[in-house]
């Protein structure tokens, strides 16, 4: 092929992404096409001629990650998808935006084979792409051996002005730049349009000058020459830091009235405007057809083949000399846990006389019962968002990233949100149970991420200290009280709120062994008095709630999470003291109690008979679980600044005021 | 008093605040003293030299506003206000985080005058200030005449390394610096500790660089070195930009052994280092003494009364010559509603020909209601996070400040925690109402700041569209299935999920009155049908909930909301046809209609007769209104991407399953 024709092909490659997208957006008569059409040389010079990516292994290992940050420019990624030979048929295009096609409104994780992460809340993306390249890293560093480059892969990013405008670019960029990860490139597409206009009007930083600020390499190129892109991006991968390369574009590219105008955003071009852009770029193809030529040019199976193949022959030379590092290596990825390794942790659950039985707060607990698991689960890569010392997230095996390039361990700095999508990057990539910690009142700042990490059934755990009023002097602004019930009502993610240490180690166990979604561990400041438990009732927290004190007679029961617990046991010798059979439970996870059958949640929760619950938190959550006629006993109103004894004090957090609802519940007033 | 003199009571009037701080967090045995001492220098240049303001009068609408955005230094501020004659005497600081103290761990405001804001939580104190500084701008430009300056007045800020690695530092300073709010002067306490350590480990950013980028005015200075903080400070106040001086300083500064690391951040210095500290600065004074000259040298009430007598006059003269604007200012700056504000709206309410009443969705019902809110209530300051054509949150009289500096409408770039943030900061500046759209998915980037505003009591009204998997096409990341219940659980949060036009407007208004905390508007992307109702009905709307059709009989009780309103009572119908007596109850905001007595609940949820809910979205919340023997039908996953009719048939959201899940309630199969 000669030059001329080269260019040309190249110019169609493009050309073939901007009609699928805005064909499949005219079809679904809803979408995104403004930004597939604006990026279409990038992504061909990306996935053409630099991303390393097998489309008939979207698994494999060592391949290239690609992150659509601008989750919106979906069709883009479809149409990339698709073209390059991943199991994305037309017909799956041509269903844009349908029910249960593979091609939803935002890229989705699970859905689209190829897809690496669920993007389409900003910024986010390039937080998991920040913990994607970490992950790299940390691999390479573990498993790489002289003459045997195992992984070495680098992840691509597509990035808009949104992304860039939300706080969370700060965060992950930020902490990029200071991680040096160099194998981390992004694309911006600046076209100067988002929603509301022209973005002059809101977002007029000097983005070069910002990222150079992260100590990024940068670069500014025309993001319609395709000789400018591929110099850039080449340019992008010998550097040691991450790049930004910033992508001059017009929105809606091809389009020949709309393009660089906001319509072209988010709604069909019309009719009209798509036979305009045939007409423009001389595209004869029908909707959905592209032209066998163009077809060939794309396709990426072979060299995709080509590409893994050699790295199989590497890995087996790899195995052959390190085959336990080979194996290791497969069983992180696949993300199974090694045999036996909650005996330790199980010891000294069983063990009465372990630490783990000690009078402590529950976050010292949980750090006991890391310092086990961190030993014999090298997977386990912790950290906090400057709060270690607090969160108790770090042990004695921690080796700080910050400070060695390697290790499992990261204080993330002052970025909840940044951690927790970096948290989430680090899961998809694969290798790595992540774990961080924050105070449970910024699990606010994190939210999102922590909601994307349950949509996308990620292994992530929270840790999520200072669990309540308890935390004491910090006052209102520090003090959770809806945010353990708030953080249960996000599909699929899982809540504990343990009551002592060996509550806390069953939870880490759950947390660890659950492969469908994320945890979060809500961990008291203050110490937790250890129950006293049966073989049966260790078995039983596993449940989600279980009977830890009993009466012979139950007239009441009362139902505690976490530092309440202790409170609800002395309520129960109160009562007992006037004759009232009290049962105590303890529900350290509610979500996974009531998913319990209902045989066995009957005989936690004896049907008519009249429930208390005791939460340090807002009680309308608690309403499901004590029904109409039970009672609660919390908090709903904001907390005060003073210690924590004074607190519980004054908000009635006492034995003595869940004995008297009991009483008033059963109609014997005192 | 001559130049070492004067330097020696300047040094002193620091260690005044270094000694106040240490002894009250040493009494409290709780707090963080590092941050106060090292900024006592930046402190006594800002409170002495700079800041225009009245103890005496704390609430004096041209006063300076000084905001302490690394909120933890809060013995700083008490020692400030105290010193300077605010109405905070010694015994407050000696109670420094107890109970109903005037001095709790983080600033509060309404806890202690001379509080602007309430901070803690990292970062968002700077958005408030942004708020301010804009407010104070948009104030002026409306009631300044020529020869009449009555508004012009600073805000000031300190901030930590914390402050500035949250992502909403980069969302408040980019708009900063784009609306070039020059009167907006930051010192940032460059200390190089945060709580995991040394800050470069995590924290590498070239700060000045970054701001530079943002179009910032930026200054270092040795933030020890009074006379370069106050050339700097004068300078930044002749900066038509928002200015930035980094101060290099070291924490705990005075302490002997202890300064420059991390454990002075966040726990008592120790006696012995107190004491060293005292030998260290000869400072003689016992804990909580301050020496006569010292506490003269600080006392500002003298210079305050100048300063507010000298506005009063001037206020005197433009009352004078502009005698309607000068009461319309003091109406604003009250917060008091002008008389019959609402005629209009009311009107359409009544008319059941207005535009109110067609078939609509309520994100467009909402843009009709302010439509005539705008006219009438110029308090309202309106703008979305980059989404104003599909949040509906601009109208025709909506001026960009944007596009013109000034306005009433502000396109706050796609910076959702950023703009509640910077609202909370509008409302607390007082003169204005805020309102500000987002998608309610991402009130969870907000989620902080909404609850902040909850916490402040502050009238700030979330405009929060596409509410529900009936924002179709655009999937799961942005369907809202648990954010409704979930805001409706922050303490003294408001959420609003009207049905239809009417329903609309009166949540507008019920926002509007509002004056001790938040609402959030919940509203539809689809159009919904106009309900009828009777005006007692209309009138009802404003209890939270209300019977809005009912049955000769009440065999079974349909609660709804939103969207789900016209389910409800298409399922009444069938239910009817089946001979069973159906109430249906309209509920667009739980919260309040639980807050009525309960002579009103139980006329409209009759005790005893079964309760069906109907939301689109997470059923747990619902339990709490149905009760154990209740049902609800919601949706308790993620959503999909498919276009909304699709979805409401795929997650049962239907007329029919509503019938099935009352007749099974009632025990009678269908």
Request: net charge negative; glycine share 10%.
């Amino acid at each position: 092929m000669n030059a001329p024709e080269h260019q040309r092909m190249k110019s169609q490659c493009a050309n073939a992404l901007r009609f699928l997208a805005a064909d499949a957006v005219e079809k679904a008569r809803s979408g995104h096409p403004g930004a597939p059409m604006g990026m279409a040389e990038i992504a061909e010079v990306v996935w053409r001629r630099h991303l390393r990516h097998n489309p008939a292994n979207p698994k494999w290992i060592d391949r290239d990650r690609f992150v659509l940050s601008n989750g919106h420019a979906s069709m883009l990624l479809y149409a990339l998808l698709h073209l390059s030979g991943y199991d994305l048929p037309i017909a799956e295009l041509q269903r844009f935006r349908q029910l249960h096609a593979r091609t939803p409104g935002h890229p989705e994780v699970g859905v689209t084979p190829g897809v690496e992460t669920t993007t389409g809340p900003l910024g986010q993306g390039l937080g998991n792409a920040v913990g994607m390249a970490l992950a790299e890293r940390l691999l390479a560093a573990t498993f790489n051996r002289d003459g045997h480059t195992i992984i070495d892969h680098a992840t691509y990013v597509f990035l808009g002005d949104g992304c860039l405008m939300e706080g969370i670019s700060h965060e992950a960029a930020s902490l990029a730049g200071k991680l040096a990860l160099g194998k981390l490139i992004c694309l911006y597409d600046d076209n100067g349009i988002s929603i509301d206009g022209d973005t002059s009007g809101w977002f007029a930083d000097d983005t070069v000058q910002r990222f150079l600020a992260y100590g990024w390499h940068v670069a500014t190129v025309d993001g319609h020459d395709a000789v400018a892109i591929d110099r850039a991006v080449t340019e992008a991968k010998s550097s040691e830091k991450p790049s930004l390369i910033c992508c001059r574009t017009v929105i809606g590219k091809g389009a020949p009235n709309k393009a660089g105008g906001h319509d072209v955003h988010g709604a069909p071009l019309g009719a009209q405007e798509v036979a305009g852009m045939r007409d423009a770029l001389g595209w004869v193809a029908a909707p959905f057809d592209v032209p066998a030529d163009i077809a060939d040019a794309w396709n990426a199976r072979e060299r995709g083949a080509l590409a893994e193949d050699d790295w199989t022959r590497r890995f087996a030379r790899y195995s052959a000399a390190y085959p336990e590092l080979a194996a290791e290596l497969l069983r992180r990825c696949e993300g199974t846990l090694p045999p036996d390794y909650d005996d330790g942790l199980m010891s000294a659950v069983n063990d009465r006389s372990s630490a783990l039985h000690q009078k402590m707060a529950t976050r010292k607990a949980s750090q006991l019962a890391l310092e086990q698991l961190v030993g014999v689960l090298p997977e386990l890569f912790g950290g906090s968002a400057d709060l270690s010392g607090s969160n108790l997230t770090n042990v004695k095996a921690s080796t700080w990233v910050n400070h060695h390039g390697t290790g499992n361990y990261l204080s993330y700095g002052v970025r909840e949100f940044g951690m927790a999508a970096v948290m989430n990057g680090i899961a998809l990539h694969g290798g790595f149970i992540p774990y961080g910690g924050t105070f449970l009142t910024f699990s606010d700042y994190s939210r999102n991420a922590i909601r994307m990490g349950a949509l996308m059934k990620l292994r992530v755990i929270h840790v999520l200290t200072h669990d309540s009023i308890g935390l004491g002097e910090d006052g209102p602004t520090h003090q959770p009280v809806e945010h353990a019930s708030s953080l249960r009502l996000i599909p699929g993610n899982r809540v504990w709120r343990p009551c002592d240490g060996v509550e806390t180690a069953i939870a880490w166990l759950a947390a660890v062994q659950r492969t469908d979604g994320p945890s979060c561990l809500v961990l008291s400041r203050q110490a937790l008095t250890p129950m006293e438990r049966s073989a049966e009732q260790i078995e039983d927290i596993k449940r989600g709630g279980y009977v830890l004190g009993d009466a012979a007679a139950v007239d009441v029961v009362l139902i505690a999470t976490g530092s309440e617990v202790e409170i609800a046991g002395r309520a129960a010798q109160t009562l007992a003291e006037r004759g009232i059979g009290a049962r105590v439970v303890s529900m350290p996870c509610v979500e996974l109690f009531f998913a319990q059958d209902a045989g066995y949640r009957d005989a936690v929760l004896p049907p008519g008979v009249p429930r208390v619950s005791v939460e340090a938190g807002v009680t309308w959550y608690w309403r499901g679980v004590v029904g109409e006629r039970g009672a609660s006993v919390g908090i709903d109103s904001f907390g005060e600044s003073a210690p924590a004894e004074a607190l519980y004090e004054h908000f009635g957090l006492t034995s003595t005021r869940v004995a008297e609802a009991a009483l008033s519940l059963i109609g014997k007033q005192q």
